[in-house]
């Protein structure tokens, strides 16, 4: 599984997973997130699956599942798409 989490409470505050899939969309960037009794599947990757992360948050989850999901969806569209229109609003100033 590609992907590491870094715990930064502040940043998983202000990400909201509805808003950054949205806005991920408008980017050409696509999300797949899929729940099991292990726990809950993400999956990142450009329009033609040629760029592609996933991530098991596994059960139990302690923290919120969505700001989970969002801070490690986020911190892979960074790293995966930094040409993007969402990285480039993103990044600034962390040169």
């Not at 997973?17 to 993400?42: A, K, R």
């Amino acid at each position: 599984m590609a992907g590491m989490l870094r715990k930064d409470e502040s940043v998983t505050e202000e990400l909201d997973l509805e808003e950054l899939i949205f806005d991920f969309h408008e980017s050409g960037i696509h999300v797949l997130l899929q729940t099991s009794n292990v726990g809950m599947m993400l999956t990142i990757t450009d329009g033609l699956s040629r760029i592609r992360a996933e991530h098991l948050i596994e059960r139990p989850i302690r923290n919120s599942p969505a700001g989970v999901a969002a801070l490690w969806l986020h911190s892979q569209a960074l790293v995966l798409f930094p040409n993007c229109e969402y990285s480039r609003r993103h990044s600034a100033g962390r040169r």
